[in-house]
């Protein structure tokens, strides 16, 4: 949060040269990217839900490759053949683009001394026979297929039919969970994932997703918008994390808001207990008392304190603690500055 946070102010105070704006973009892409992947880690540790919405694969392959430029060397070229029409998934676009991370990083493996990685894709449909035919009995109906192709130095045979076992690695600093993880993305995408290499021939993993309309719209990528000003209320901001605070801090008092922080539940009362404050966020994890607890002996001497929790965990453990108080939201970290003031508008100040 600190990351996006402050970037943000960046991208707010910036006037310089295009260059300098893209690696705010390049900053903000990719820690928003971080971000979703650490909910998906959260959802899976809780055996949660991760989001189900449409995913453009000809938009994710581009991120991928962007970030692939910035991270992977100078000896490997990033090409792309796009050629399918349909080319919209209905899933998780942080575990899809995970997936593909995965396969870039074992393809720049496999090429010490450099190569190319070709990203392909094409539409093609399967008959009810090809079907039943496939590594996996896939549905009949329209795919998209994503090969993925490096020039590197392929794999033996008596490895290639080990490659998607957890824990199985020929590399000496490797997990064995990559392409493990690649396949259990896969499946639970109703896909699929294969390979075909020989050695000193290069390696080729194929991707098979099941497409959807291409009239559903795709998740739109949030957007930074200049920060609204004008506001007027009094909030306390309760936060541990002094890099986190002192973004929120930011945020409000540049639209308007006469802003109050600390660092801790006892000193939270204390300042509540002498000041009028319009609204308290209240941070959950926190070393003295949570946010929750704050909560409950705040209105238990303040019935009418109005209050918003935040919280970077599991939002529904959070959830079930506030069954007697329904009034109160709770915000998921990261956010974004305009996502909070919009969650901090809805209280009404004026």
Excluded: W
Excluded at 300 to 310: D, F, K, Q, S, Y
């Amino acid at each position: 949060m600190g990351i996006m946070g402050n970037a943000e102010f960046l991208r707010q105070t910036a006037t310089r040269e295009a260059e300098f704006h893209a690696c705010i973009d390049s900053i903000l892409a990719s820690s928003r990217r971080a971000a979703d992947l650490t909910k998906q880690l959260l959802a899976f540790a809780r055996r949660g839900r991760r989001r189900n919405v449409p995913v453009d694969l000809h938009q994710l392959i581009t991120e991928v490759i962007a970030l692939g430029r910035r991270s992977i060397g100078k000896r490997i070229a990033l090409e792309q053949h796009t050629n399918a029409q349909q080319t919209v998934t209905q899933g998780d676009p942080s575990s899809l683009q995970n997936a593909l991370l995965n396969l870039l990083v074992n393809a720049r493996d496999a090429m010490p001394l450099g190569g190319t990685v070709l990203f392909t894709t094409r539409n093609v449909e399967l008959t009810a026979d090809a079907s039943r035919m496939s590594s996996r009995a896939l549905s009949p109906g329209q795919y998209i297929e994503i090969d993925v192709t490096d020039t590197g130095s392929g794999i033996a045979a008596d490895v290639v039919s080990r490659v998607f076992e957890p824990f199985f690695t020929t590399k000496e600093s490797g997990t064995g969970m990559g392409l493990a993880a690649v396949q259990g993305t896969m499946l639970d995408h109703l896909g699929s994932v294969t390979v075909v290499s020989e050695p000193g021939q290069g390696t080729t993993f194929r991707l098979l997703l099941p497409v959807v309309d291409d009239s559903i719209e795709s998740e739109p990528a949030r957007t930074s918008k200049p920060l609204t000003r004008g506001s007027q209320g009094r909030i306390l901001v309760v936060d541990d994390e002094p890099t986190v605070l002192s973004v929120i801090e930011r945020v409000l008092q540049q639209s308007g808001y006469d802003v109050t922080v600390c660092t801790g539940g006892q000193q939270a009362f204390s300042y509540y207990a002498s000041n009028r404050f319009d609204l308290v966020l209240l941070d959950v994890m926190m070393p003295d008392l949570d946010g929750v607890e704050i909560l409950q002996r705040l209105r238990a001497t303040h019935p009418r304190a109005r209050v918003m929790l935040m919280t970077g965990h599991a939002e529904e453990n959070v959830q079930a603690r506030l069954r007697d108080f329904a009034d109160v939201p709770v915000l998921s970290k990261p956010f974004l500055p305009n996502e909070l003031l919009e969650e901090v508008e809805k209280f009404s100040f004026r």
